[in-house]
């Protein structure tokens, strides 16, 4: 059966144009490695090896694979091309550009990847300049601080002339799109699941921003729903993607930490944001920089330490970033509660929350959140004793 997928010269679908042999032979490889992915670290090593299965066939391949008749059949049980014909199908019905590993726009840093997607589905567009790409990524329960840190990342980075890419979880990586969006930016979004599936739900609205300002990215076929193995496997490509990854909170069980150590793999740069070491959420950043990962505190510091061809392309398309710390950012209108808690913070007596509580009529969680902001924005500075004045 799957011999078919590399022979015909056309494959006649209804309702469109005839497709060319190749697309529908790399779709019935793909899905076929998809349904077994111990199979595939039999018969794939980088791009030429996926060259080489393409020219396979069946009987190369039950040879190259060594199995027992009866676990060869089961393994091509499966109708493959009759599925890469639908699944080819209702792609471009949905509007989504599949793009196959020796075609043109497929993302060059993958080549390096020693197990390669065969194709990507794409939404949006995938640019030339999109190799000019950091990764921003980091926890899903993350902190205000590292959201704060992430979008404004995200957004300098995005000003810089980069493309910002991550993985469009909660968190850190919803954060650092919605920076390089803010910025009129380009964003890259790698998912764990279909192309044609919402996660996390809450998403959808900036998923569509970003389809329109930038790309969303998979390797999995259409409706593959988040299966938490997915998204180690999607981490690669994140790590691949980009010539450099920083990581902004990780706790030390992170699969950002996944994405780093790939990333290290590839020699690609690794950086992180330091946070206390009385965090959970900065653990796994603050054993980066340890062990020898770029410590970053202003996007300047990515910007500099990225390979030479990568800086001078973005310092010709790009803006000048500002070059404050990474978080600290120009004091805007507050909100109402958080004017509130600054009027009543005192420049020389420290106060305690308990203190400020009795004088101001805000619930004690509210009230840790505005002291909380107020840090980040450099208005207010905690004290030993956890006593707060203002800056």
Not at 256 to 285: E, F, M, Q, W, Y
Request: hydrophobic share 45%.
């Amino acid at each position: 059966m799957l011999e078919s997928a590399f022979i015909p010269p056309t494959v006649p679908l209804q309702g469109c144009l005839m497709k060319p042999a190749s697309l529908r032979a790399w779709m019935s490889i793909h899905l076929f490695l998809h349904c077994h992915p111990v199979v595939r670290k039999e018969v794939s090593s980088g791009l030429d090896g996926l060259k080489a299965l393409k020219q396979l066939g069946l009987a190369g391949l039950q040879e190259r694979l060594r199995l027992r008749p009866r676990g060869m059949g089961d393994i091509f049980s499966a109708d493959y091309p009759e599925w890469a014909d639908k699944e080819i199908l209702a792609a471009e019905s949905a509007g989504i550009t599949i793009l196959t590993c020796d075609g043109p726009g497929y993302p060059p840093g993958l080549c390096r990847l020693p197990d390669p997607p065969p194709l990507l589905y794409v939404r949006g567009q995938l640019q030339p300049g999109d190799v000019d790409a950091v990764a921003v990524v980091g926890s899903r329960d993350a902190t205000p601080y590292g959201r704060r840190v992430a979008r404004d990342l995200g957004e300098r980075l995005a000003e810089a002339g980069v493309t910002v890419v991550s993985g469009l979880a909660r968190g850190v990586d919803g954060a650092a799109h919605s920076g390089a969006l803010a910025a009129d930016g380009r964003t890259v979004a790698v998912l764990g699941c279909g192309i044609d599936v919402v996660y996390p739900k809450e998403h959808a609205g900036l998923l569509e921003r970003i389809t329109a300002a930038g790309a969303v990215v998979t390797e999995f076929p259409l409706g593959t729903p988040p299966r938490a193995g997915h998204f180690p496997v999607r981490n690669r490509i994140l790590a691949a993607m980009s010539e450099g990854v920083v990581v902004v909170e990780a706790a030390r069980d992170s699969g950002s930490l996944i994405t780093a150590g790939l990333a290290a793999d590839l020699g690609v740069l690794v950086g992180a944001v330091p946070g206390s070491i009385l965090s959970r959420t900065s653990v796994g950043c603050n054993d980066l920089i340890f062990d020898g990962a770029l410590l970053v505190r202003r996007v300047d510091d990515i910007l500099g330490a990225l390979p030479g061809g990568t800086r001078e392309r973005v310092a010709r398309r790009g803006g000048a970033p500002t070059s404050r710390p990474a978080g600290e950012v120009a004091a805007g209108p507050l909100s109402p509660g958080e004017a509130l808690v600054l009027e009543a913070l005192s420049i020389t007596d420290p106060q305690s929350a308990e203190d400020l509580a009795r004088a101001i009529p805000l619930a004690s969680g509210v009230l840790l959140g505005h002291l909380l902001e107020l840090e980040i924005l450099g208005l207010a500075l905690r004290q030993p004793g956890d006593l707060f004045i203002r800056k």
